[in-house]
């Protein structure tokens, strides 16, 4: 199971990979373009493919979609655990 950090690394590349530059920590995924409302449901898509995070639909929110750190927190709470 991977840590924050790498968590974290994962999601920056992710978005290097997909609109072409790395957010820090703290940067606005929504004001910096990273997402919109369509690239959410691409990005709960990633999230689940990858990391296998179950995220429920009253978690999907601006504010834990807004920065890696919040991303990451979701993550880490919603990764599951039996294998």
């Known amino acids: 199971m991977p840590n924050i950090d790498e968590i974290k690394q994962e999601l920056r590349g992710h978005f290097k990979t997909t609109v072409g530059f790395e957010p820090s920590e703290s940067d606005n995924l929504f004001d910096k373009g990273a997402l919109d409302s369509f ?35 979701l993550v880490l709470r919603n990764m599951r655990t039996d294998g």
């Not at 959410?40 to 493919?49: I, K, N, Y």
């Not at 429920?56 to 807004?66: K, M, P, R």
């Open 39 to 73: 690239g959410v449901v691409e990005f709960l898509t990633f999230l689940e493919t990858r990391f296998g995070a179950v995220i429920a639909i009253e978690d999907v929110t601006e504010a834990q979609f807004s920065t890696i750190q919040s991303v990451a927190d």
